[in-house]
DNA sequence: ACAGCCATGTAACTTGTTACATGATTTT
DNA sequence: AAAATCATGTAACAAGTTACATGGCTGT
């Protein structure tokens, strides 16, 4: 959903042609976001089908080995939306941590305080990581950068605390002998004939 | 990635069919993860092409309306591959907002600031509703919900800060004039013979 | 009889992603 | 001449998602 609005939004700036917007869109965005150049080109024909984007007319082209793009009144306004559209955070319920963890509490293979374990882990190599990376990159034009690796510190941090809350609510529970986190099936009833069957 | 390891940890707690496997995920890990189910009964078919779950035996069968499926020795191997492995959370460099306020200093069609008011706007909104579920939800059996909650709240935050931090650095930025967030192109230089091209 | 739940599946589509084929031009 | 870069594209696959077709069973 985002590289398609990323070339409208270079294109907007500019028209261009596949290979160069690659490029561009690597400057812009930074080495997160670069992508397979293959990509750049099937979305670009799909932007094309949709009438967001249309190829300059042959006659306008200096080199006829590139086909460039140009964004159209439908690709315009399509960038406006999305731009003025904000982004919803809701996935943020979709968490694949909290997932990971309310299933290792179903599953007999493993225990949720291992998993709480190797995340914690996981999370303060990534941060010790990142941290670095902010104080090396102190450059002038690195500003979009450091922004970016502020809100990804920020986030894990949040994740660290999150585990540690995890962990002493998880506790709490080991006291409190309870079916949390149990899963409750609903539905008819599995009107069982005595026949063989699992567990 | 995650539907297909709910399944598989589902089913190492007990073999089951795809309706059941439908309602045991959504009350194991609740609403926002709740699914089409038929994506249960196509991320089914793939286990079962990759070997990590069988169909029983019709003989086993107490319904024959029912596919049972069971998890093989690969399955259970995958499922430990997949709790034991954290889950990296590098995807934080890819973050969709920072994209969009990036591209909007390089787009003509919309500043920076709008978009950071738009999206405030929408945090708060949504912060609003989960302190107010949160508040709301104090059963003794949601203690996952809650949880869940937590995290969503806490990253909600970070956004809300982070989005403080960068109107504050675009501010000083307007002060001293400078081609922060300006897309740098690179390679071959565009060895225009002179001919139309656009801007 | 009819609504609604139980149950399985398929078709079609979107986005992301990599691997590969192909050839021109430029630099070393 | 060889290597690197420029440049365009296709094929294939993974994962998610919805809409639809199909039928059985259950309660009113």
């Known amino acids: ?7 409208l939004a270079l ?3 500019d028209e261009s042609y596949g ?12 080495d997160p976001w670069s992508i397979n150049i293959g990509q750049v080109y099937s979305t670009l024909s799909r ?3 949709d009438g967001f984007v249309e190829k300059l007319p042959e006659a306008e082209l200096a080199h006829d080995d590139r086909t460039v793009y140009s964004i ?10 999305w731009f003025r559209e904000p982004l919803s955070r809701d996935d943020r319920l979709r968490d694949d941590v909290y997932a990971k963890l309310a299933l290792s509490r179903i599953s007999r293979s493993v225990s949720p305080g291992e998993v709480i374990q190797a995340q914690r882990r996981q999370l303060l190599k990534e941060l010790h990581q990142l941290t670095q990376l902010r104080s090396s990159a102190d450059g002038p034009n690195e500003l979009p950068y ?14 660290l605390k999150w585990l540690d809350l995890c962990e002493q609510k998880l506790e709490e529970l080991d006291a409190t002998p309870s079916p949390y986190f149990e899963s409750r099936p609903r539905g008819r009833p599995p009107k069982d004939d005595g026949s063989a069957s699992g567990a």
């Open 19 to 30: 290979y160069q917007l690659h490029g561009l869109m690597e400057s812009a965005l930074g």
């Open 146 to 159: 450091i922004l970016l690796l502020e809100s990804a510190i920020m986030h894990l941090e949040a994740d």
């Open 1 to 7: 959903m985002t590289v398609k609005h990323a070339l």
């Open 72 to 81: 159209t009144r439908r690709g315009k306004s399509e960038l406006r939306r």
């Open 11 to 13: 294109l907007d700036k």
């Open 47 to 49: 932007l094309e089908r």
